[in-house]
């Protein structure tokens, strides 16, 4: 038999990969999954005055829920206001946010 001159190319794969040639690469690649800390410190900065309500509402649930236990009753009412005041903040701080971004300007880094 006469060659046909044409040398047959080695392949480069390893055995056993072309058969999942068509699958997306894995997800470490494309990107990392960021953790929890790191989560939250850049929602943080995303929107800074969420967590400013969260914890003015928070000191003032706790504070009042003491001043109620010790029997000050007009300053637990005043903080039961404030508590108030401070989840409306917290829910217009997150309306805001969202609708900052669905605005579409990112903020530049």
């Not at 005043?78 to 005041?85: A, F, Q, S």
Request: zero cysteines; glycine letters at 12%.
């Amino acid at each position: 038999m006469a060659s046909s001159g044409i040398k047959k190319e080695e392949s480069t794969t390893k055995p056993g990969e072309e058969e999942f040639g068509y699958l997306p690469p894995p997800r470490e690649l494309l990107y990392r999954e960021e953790g929890v800390k790191e989560k939250l410190l850049r929602k943080t900065k995303e929107n800074p005055f969420v967590p400013i309500g969260v914890l003015v509402t928070t000191f003032a649930l706790s504070y009042g829920l003491w001043q109620m236990k010790t029997g000050n009753k007009r300053m637990s009412q005043n903080m039961m206001r404030l508590r108030i005041v401070g989840q409306g903040f917290t829910v217009m701080a997150v309306l805001a946010g969202v609708a900052y971004g669905a605005s579409g300007t990112k903020p530049s880094n």
